[in-house]
C-alpha cells in the first residue's frame, strides 16, 4: 500500500516537471520523429486492442495519435538535453539494482534479472528509465516546490482525477482533429 501510494506521488510529481518543462522550453520538433512515434503509438493501441500482428495500422489516422507524440518527442528532446548537460550517467549497479526492483513481484525474481540483464534491449530501456528518473531529480532540484499534505486516499484518488483529465485531453485533441478535417 506504501508503495502504490509513493508510486502514485512520484508520477504526479514527474508529470508535474515534465509538463513546466515543456511549457518553459518551446522547442521546434522534427516531423520525422513525430512520425515515428505516432507510428510507435497506433502500434501500442493495435496491441492492445488486440488487433492482431497482421493488423495495418496505417488504417488508424494518424491524427488520434499525432498530438500525443509530438508532446512525447519534445519531452524526450529536452530530458535528452538534461542529461547530456549534467553529464548524468546509469552504472551498471544502477540498472541491476532498478532491475531487482522491478523483479521484486513476480515469482522468480532471479530469473527476471537474469532475464533483464542478458537482453541489451531491455537493459537500455532500464538505463533510459533511470537517467529520465535523474533527469526529473536534476529539475526538481532547480524548481521551487511546494509540498502538500496529503492522505493516502487523496493521492490515489487525485492520481486518478490526473489519469483520467489527461485521457479527457487526448480525446477532446482528437474530437478537435475530427472536426478541423
Sequence with gaps: MTREASQAVDNRVKQQVLTAL???NEIPVPQALVQQETDGLKRQAAQQFGLGEDFDVSQLPNELFEEQARSRVEVGLLLAEVIKANELE????????????LAEQYQEPEQVVEHYMGN????TQVKSAILEEKAVDVLLGQASVKDVEMSYQDVLAAAQQQEEADEEEGSEEAGEQERQA
Design 22 to 24: 515543456q511549457k518553459a
Design 120 to 123: 541489451d534491449q531491455l537493459k
Design 90 to 101: 546509469a552504472s551498471d549497479d544502477e540498472i541491476r539494482a532498478k532491475v531487482q526492483e
